[in-house]
């Protein structure tokens, strides 16, 4: 690496809920004790951080959870969903025509009626998963620069929103996992708190959203051997654009967000493997 960075590794924290998944998740959980609603619903890919997180923080607190799967045969199922099965989620299967209505507010209404259930909206994100990354700005706010990986931006955005209520002038750099065309940066023009210093990075030189090209996996592996893992989708372009375009001399914080699990469904091994007996014990 040409300029040194902290690594806030929040894929440490635990395994099962991991990475930035328990910020969003938080919100969402007491979104649902207030709500009277008998389960937990919400939606999402064959590799999915976000339902894995969620069945495990589901079971952890003995609340039912259904995941709605996109475009996805039942079998074989993917790793990440034979761990939700193992915890205990229901699954239920749809075609992509049926997922890309997860948006529309009638068939989420729909859902909870039909199975009197909580929605949560893809990647735990809304309102209630933004206020738990606020919390973030704590550490970061130390630094000159931060630097996270992005999706649908809720993480970086509760951020963003809790350095601009320290007063902070860190500057954000959220590095895009997902080729949008310019959609993000769009959005973030009208939606970052004033003032806030900011950049994205766009690394659709990689290829397009959870694609692996080599220099991806040669990276991950050359991490593999500093006990830092990451993984394709998120943590790996984070470092990628970190060593590509940080400016020197700047005091840098890198967040690691987790995702690890994921890594199973490129043939790459998931380095907690052991904590199983963690998923064991949340489950009796
Ligand atoms: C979900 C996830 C993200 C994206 O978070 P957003 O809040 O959607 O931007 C980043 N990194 C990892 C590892 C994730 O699992």
Redesign the pocket.
């Known amino acids: 690496m040409s300029s040194k960075a902290d690594i806030l590794r929040l894929d440490l924290a635990d395994p099962w809920v991991s990475?930035?998944?328990p910020l969003?998740l938080a919100g969402w959980l007491a979104a649902f004790r207030r709500s009277g609603r008998s389960c937990l619903l919400s939606f999402g890919g064959a590799h999915s951080?976000?339902l894995h997180a969620l069945s495990a923080l589901a079971a952890r607190e003995k609340i039912p959870v259904i995941l709605v799967v996109r475009g996805y045969e039942k079998a074989p199922l993917t790793p990440t969903l034979q761990d939700c099965l193992a915890l205990g989620a229901s699954l239920q299967f749809v075609d992509r025509v049926t997922y890309a209505k997860r948006y529309d507010s009638v068939w989420q209404q729909d859902l909870a009626v039909a199975f009197n259930a909580l929605v949560i909206p893809e990647?735990g994100?809304g309102q209630p998963g933004l206020v738990g990354c606020r919390s973030l700005a704590d550490i970061a706010s130390g630094y000159d620069d931060v630097w996270l990986?992005?999706?649908?931006?809720?993480?970086?955005m509760g951020l963003a929103q809790g350095l601009a209520a320290r007063h902070s002038r860190t500057r954000l750099v959220g590095v895009n996992?997902v080729a949008d065309q310019g959609e993000r940066q769009r959005d973030w023009q009208h939606g970052m708190p004033e003032g806030m210093e900011w950049s994205l990075i766009d690394t659709s030189v990689l290829g397009g959203f959870a694609k692996a090209p080599a220099t991806l996996l040669e990276l991950i592996h050359a991490y593999d051997q500093h006990n830092v893992p990451l993984?394709p989708?998120?943590?790996a372009r984070l470092v990628w654009a970190f060593e590509h375009f940080a400016i020197p001399n700047r005091r840098s914080l890198l967040i690691h967000?987790?995702?690890l699990q994921g890594r199973r469904g490129y043939g790459l091994t998931w380095p907690v493997d052991s904590c199983t007996s963690l998923l064991t014990a949340s489950v009796v």
């Open positions: 990475g930035n998944k969003k951080n976000h990647g994100d990986a992005v999706g649908s931006g809720t993480t970086a996992a993984d989708v998120y943590t967000t987790g995702g």
